[in-house]
């Protein structure tokens, strides 16, 4: 039988790309299953925007035991990105002066997540991962992982998800930011503070990025113009019924944290222009996979990653009508490709 625990660790004066240093930032994780004598089984899974800790459960048929990312063989960690709200340091947490940081809570990137990650493998005495592997968001942060010490990553698995963001992505991320900051109840972010909690405009922005993140010939073939009452479309009761799933567990400005860092993801800040000079330092054994019908991430975007990637890379695009979110939904595929990238 997999165990699993759940943990929080504290590391002390990390410092972030923007310049801010913290005193004391807490890193939430789970575990499952067990690490091996000489440490050498370790998977780490890295979330997506709105994702947490409970992979089994979002990622249900393909970690688990007995699936592609077995926890009866593999000892696989998934840890709270920094700026979250499922137990990382994020705006709600407290700041010195005993309220939340709220406002105050500096910009941090996608390397500066990676970076407390490697910093949570030194605690748990990894010195080698198998393989770090994420979707969306989160393939942006298993590229970074291994781009910091490609030495620590066997194998690196970015799943629907590009090098950087471009102005279509730039452009879907404002109008998500713009209707958390448009809500009354908003106060700048310092919203806990004043007993507030600017739920309309998150429930809006989960709404915009939901179109991203369907397809627009799933969406049509699913709901046509089909109404649940006057006036009110079966699509619409869709998109509210996303809206109040998200505020019910998310903050909103942990949302426009890690939204914010997204939209700034580019793996050549820092280090190139040229993007094959840029990946020179990544690791030499990925997979790199793009949904068919992904309007979010198209496969061409994520191909351009895929063709610039040094070593052996291995390039499938999954097909799927779903859109982005088929890297949560066709478990079987991305099942199949994930168990034969870790046993090449």
Known sequence: MTTQSTSVERILGFGTDSGHTFGTVEIAYETFGTL?????????????????????????????????????????????????CSGTTGPQSTYDDGLAYGSRFPRVSIRD?????????????????????????????????????????????????PAFCEADQIAWAMMQERAIELDADYYSGDY??????????????????????????????RFSRRLRSDD????????????????????????????????????????????????ADACTDNLVVSVSSDRL?????????????????RHDVIDSPVGHDGFLTETEKISTVLADFLAD
Not at 53 to 80: I, L, M, S
Not at 113 to 119: D, W
């Open 36 to 84: 091996n004598a000489d440490r050498s089984n370790a998977i780490l899974i890295e979330h997506a925007l709105t994702g947490d800790t409970h992979v089994t459960e979002w990622w249900a048929g393909v970690v688990g035991p007995g699936e592609a990312v077995d926890t009866d063989k593999y000892f696989v960690v998934c840890a709270n990105s920094l700026g979250g």
């Open 113 to 161: 997540m990676a970076r407390l990650e490697h910093n949570l493998a030194q605690i748990l005495g990894i010195d080698s991962w198998v393989a770090v592997i994420g979707g969306s968001m989160g393939g942006a942060r298993a590229l970074e992982f291994a781009l910091l010490d490609k030495r620590k990553v066997r194998k690196c698995a970015v799943i629907a998800a």
């Open 232 to 279: 009110y479309y079966e699509v619409t009761s869709y998109l509210d019924h996303q809206a109040k799933k998200l505020t019910a567990r998310f903050d909103p400005h942990s949302y426009i944290v890690l939204t914010r860092a997204l939209r700034d993801h580019d793996v050549r800040r820092g280090r190139s222009a040229d993007l094959k000079v840029a990946l």
């Open 297 to 313: 991430f198209p496969p061409d975007q994520v191909g351009i990653l895929a063709e610039a990637l040094p070593g052996r890379v």
């Open 192 to 221: 806990s503070a004043v007993g507030s909690f600017p739920g309309h405009g998150l429930g809006l922005a989960r709404q915009i990025a939901h179109l991203t993140y369907r397809n627009d010939v799933d969406l049509n073939e």
